[in-house]
């Protein structure tokens, strides 16, 4: 319109027309990368939340303690010193762990010796609680604190100084090595928490006490604190065994056994449905169809009611059973095989093989594509299902599956807002899912809109 | 029927029978039990029950929570599909280019489909605490506010500058002219920065969160707080599969179409409205149906949640059934009523899609 009022001016010339192209594009990757913000960011500023002492402190930081190399350096040491362990520290026999801290202290005051302490603290305040523990607390000695250093700085815009102390912890004698070394630094009041050997875990009383989870933690200890924590602090009170270790491996076995199943009925009734003749075929095919559309929590409870009377219940064989075929794994394998030419099963239908032959010798090995396909979704829906773990494994928490996990975690961390192990968790249980998509990722994306497109 | 034809019968019936037994007990059966199950007053522990007719759909519509549950679903299934739709079809019109690197991320864009819904529920829940990064978010946008205001309006301002001066000049350029609208982000930018470092405009101080996203028992639109934050999550989670299935149908339409447009004078946002959306229309139907009966699935959000949310404000129609049969004495009789109702609803879902789809194709 406006183009129409307007005088015959200049033409669009061809560098006109390059430039708006190459303008265009920017504003595209623009937009795409903002996209990939919105979508990846949320995980990232969690995995965040999950390295720090406290996932829920306000204001958010990106970059605290956790993330910064100083720390890291200082937690390997303090781990090799601790327990010869730079991966996950201790306190062992034969230790001797020097360690520094330094606190602002305003003009006008004199500064005062810290006092330095090994507390005896439990593991976390849900499950790991009723476990004991070795207490570094029985074995360490704390040396004399010693004034080391003085210099003059502004901190806050207040003149003083900074005043470093040292000291050493020892481990006294032989004994058993403790998996942590808590550390408790209290300073007198006016004295602030300036720098240390290791950041602390926490600060209290507005810097005047640094407390540390543990001083000599070891780089997992204090990068991946709630990491290391979800193995060792979330235990069955019982058999003393990692519930996420057993939950995983509970996953695994879930997965694979459907994974085959699936593999093996799925590509036999996709073949029927797609290659043989038999009466009211089109009417079965109508039908599974239809069934894909109904909801597994509208008809859940006799399935409940059928794996009971089996004695499946609480077990991972009755996520087995209840998952062994599906109709959506039946449609692909159809669709799949009315993909492929005919003659070459014809051929060897006339040589005489029996269908069964034909199938396992012939067909199955042309369906590698399909197959992998199938195992890649099937896979990954087992992997994250939660409805049926919900309706089977519900009590028995030794048989969860890792969502279900989650869930019991989320109620027993919850109340105590512990969002460390909770975030940690979930992030852990999202890393096998995580490497199957980097690798397989053309199955996933084709898998969808084909499938979805021909439904 | 001759005898060959026999024998391929009854090697179809060997070939089927593991998935037909699985499909017979697990779908047919199942569906006539709880069918059964919804007029009699069954309970998980008792031993003998009674046939009750329509008792429990009636006790169902006098239940405060079953009420809520409905609604909660009705709602939720509106909202998500619509705002599922519009978002994912934009985002697939995006990506629709054939530019280097696109693959990469559309295949970044699908990683919060493929997680598992427990993991990324519990790392919403933590989004939506009182302290969380939900908030956080908010209260730094509210910060920067006047920055950003002044970023949009130099902007603005520089784009119109830029489009008028080439009209006078002759040159019939759009208001979106992508390359000038690169020159008026730069100005735009570096006026900004600059009026920032003059300290003429200034973040203001952040404020600490105030809004609770579970715990609260306001309503926004009828629909109450907490489950506008499973609609989000939902929606967030769900996008990139539709979009990927928009992106497929995309692909189909014939290049040859656009470019007529093009020479006819259509603008990039009339031939995405008279070329794009009404050959897109087998596919957003499609997905419609898909989004329709996933979200009145829902079930993983809200028994995830716990107590992080009051359950009668989260509580659908699959949590409700669940719960049910979990709780107490197990009021199996009631539970497979709602069940029933669930299941009639995909039912009246499917069907209407279908009579839709046939009108659909006739046109």
């Known amino acids: 319109m406006a183009a129409q009022v307007m005088k015959p001016g200049r033409k669009l010339d061809e560098r006109y027309l390059a430039r708006q192209r190459w303008a265009r594009a920017a504003w595209v990757y623009g937009a795409m990368l903002a996209l990939a913000v919105f979508f990846i960011g949320p995980f990232y500023v969690a995995y965040l939340g999950s390295l720090k002492d406290n996932p829920l402190e306000w204001p958010f930081r990106y970059s605290f303690a956790q993330t910064q190399p100083k720390n890291w350096a200082a937690a390997w040491r303090l781990g090799q010193l601790g327990a010869s362990n730079p991966w996950t520290g201790g306190f062992a026999p034969g230790a001797n762990i020097p360690f520094q801290v330094s606190y602002f202290v305003e003009?006008?005051?004199?500064?005062?010796?810290?006092?330095?302490?090994?507390?005896?603290?439990?593991?976390?305040?849900?499950?790991?609680?009723?476990?004991?523990?070795?207490?570094?607390?029985?074995?360490?000695?704390?040396?004399?604190?010693?004034?080391?250093?003085?210099?003059?700085?502004?901190?806050?815009?207040?003149?003083?100084?900074?005043?470093?102390?040292?000291?050493?912890?020892?481990?006294?004698?032989?004994?058993?090595?403790?998996?942590?070394?808590?550390?408790?630094?209290?300073?007198?009041?006016?004295?602030?928490?300036?720098?240390?050997?290791?950041?602390?875990?926490?600060?209290?009383?507005?810097?005047?006490?640094?407390?540390?989870?543990?001083?000599?933690?070891?780089?997992?200890?204090?990068?991946?604190?709630?990491?290391?924590?979800?193995?060792?602090?979330?235990?069955?009170?019982?058999?003393?065994?990692?519930?996420?270790?057993?939950?995983?491996?509970?996953?695994?076995?879930?997965?694979?056994?459907?994974?085959?199943?699936?593999?093996?009925?799925?590509?036999?009734?996709?073949?029927?449905?797609?290659?043989?003749?038999?009466?009211?075929?089109?009417?079965?095919?109508?039908?599974?169809?239809?069934?894909?559309?109904?909801?597994?929590?509208?008809?859940?409870?006799?399935?409940?009611?059928?794996?009971?009377?089996?004695?499946?219940?609480?077990?991972?064989?009755?996520?087995?059973?209840?998952?062994?075929?599906?109709?959506?794994?039946?449609?692909?394998?159809?669709?799949?095989?009315?993909?492929?030419?005919?003659?070459?099963?014809?051929?060897?239908?006339?040589?005489?093989?029996?269908?069964?032959?034909?199938?396992?010798?012939?067909i199955i090995p042309m369906a590698t594509p399909a197959l992998g396909a199938l195992t890649i979704l099937t896979f990954q829906g087992m992997w994250n299902e939660f409805f049926k773990a919900a309706v089977v494994l519900s009590g028995q928490q030794g048989n969860y599956t890792l969502p279900l996990g989650l869930s019991f975690f989320r109620n027993a961390y919850g109340v105590a807002g512990d969002w460390g192990l909770m975030l940690a968790s979930a992030f852990l249980s999202m890393i096998p899912i995580i490497i199957l998509f980097v690798v397989f990722q053309r199955y996933f994306v084709e898998g969808v809109s084909t499938s979805a497109l021909k439904g | 029927m001759l005898r060959s034809q026999r024998i391929e019968a009854l090697y179809a019936l060997l070939f089927l029978a593991p998935f037909l037994i699985h499909l017979g007990v697990f779908f047919v059966f199942a569906f006539v039990r709880t069918l059964g199950f919804s007029f009699t007053d069954k309970t998980l522990i008792g031993q003998s029950y009674q046939i009750v007719g329509f008792a429990n759909f009636i006790q169902l519509f006098q239940d405060p929570r079953f009420i809520a549950a409905l609604t909660h679903s009705i709602s939720f299934m509106l909202i998500v599909t619509t705002l599922q739709t519009f978002l994912a079809l934009s985002m697939a019109a995006i990506l629709n280019q054939r530019l280097r690197g696109i693959t990469f991320f559309r295949t970044v864009y699908y990683i919060p489909s493929v997680l598992s819904s427990a993991a990324v529920t519990v790392i919403a829940i933590w989004f939506f605490q009182k302290t969380g990064f939900l908030n956080t978010f908010i209260g730094w946008i509210g910060s920067v506010a006047p920055v950003l205001l002044t970023f949009v309006a130099i902007f603005v301002l520089a784009q119109a500058v830029q489009v008028a001066w080439e009209r006078i000049r002759g040159l019939p350029v759009a208001l979106t002219d992508p390359a000038l609208a690169t020159i008026s982000l730069a100005v735009g930018l570096a006026l900004t920065w600059l009026l920032a470092a003059l300290g003429v405009v200034v973040p203001r101080e952040a404020q600490p969160p105030e809004f609770t996203w579970l715990t609260n028992s306001d309503r926004f639109l009828g629909v109450p707080i907490p489950l506008w934050s499973i609609i989000m999550l939902n929606t967030f989670t769900t996008i990139p599969t539709l979009m990927l299935i928009f992106l497929a149908g995309l692909q189909d339409i014939p290049k040859s179409i656009y470019e007529a447009a093009a020479i006819d004078g259509a603008s990039p946002l009339q031939q995405f409205f008279s070329v794009t959306v009404p050959m897109l229309r087998p596919v957003t139907f499609l997905v419609i149906t898909l989004s329709l009966i996933g979200t009145l699935q829902m079930f993983d959000q809200v028994a995830l949640m716990g107590d992080a949310a009051p359950l009668d404000s989260i509580i659908v129609l699959a949590y409700y059934v669940y719960n049910n049969v979990f709780s107490g004495e197990g009021r199996v009789g009631l539970a497979s009523a709602a069940a029933i109702i669930l299941a009639a609803l995909t039912f009246a879902i499917v069907l209407l899609q279908r009579a839709l789809g046939i009108s659909e194709k006739a046109h």
């Open chain 1, 107 to 362: 003009d006008g005051q004199e500064p005062q010796t810290p006092v330095v302490t090994v507390p005896t603290r439990r593991a976390g305040a849900g499950l790991g609680a009723i476990f004991d523990e070795v207490q570094a607390a029985q074995y360490a000695r704390v040396s004399e604190v010693q004034e080391v250093g003085r210099r003059s700085a502004v901190v806050g815009g207040q003149p003083g100084q900074i005043v470093t102390y040292s000291f050493t912890i020892a481990y006294e004698g032989q004994g058993p090595r403790a998996p942590r070394l808590p550390l408790d630094i209290e300073a007198p009041r006016g004295q602030v928490y300036y720098s240390a050997t290791l950041d602390p875990n926490r600060l209290e009383r507005r810097g005047r006490v640094a407390s540390w989870d543990s001083a000599a933690p070891g780089l997992l200890g204090y990068a991946f604190r709630n990491y290391v924590r979800v193995f060792n602090e979330a235990r069955d009170p019982n058999t003393g065994a990692s519930f996420f270790l057993r939950w995983t491996l509970n996953t695994f076995l879930v997965c694979v056994a459907v994974v085959l199943t699936t593999l093996l009925f799925a590509s036999l009734a996709g073949y029927a449905l797609a290659r043989m003749y038999f009466p009211g075929k089109n009417y079965l095919f109508a039908f599974v169809v239809f069934t894909m559309t109904v909801p597994a929590q509208a008809i859940f409870i006799s399935n409940y009611l059928v794996l009971r009377d089996l004695g499946l219940l609480s077990s991972l064989w009755g996520m087995v059973v209840w998952s062994a075929v599906g109709a959506g794994a039946v449609f692909i394998m159809k669709q799949f095989f009315e993909s492929i030419p005919r003659e070459i099963e014809e051929a060897a239908l006339i040589d005489g093989a029996s269908p069964i032959t034909t199938f396992f010798r012939i």
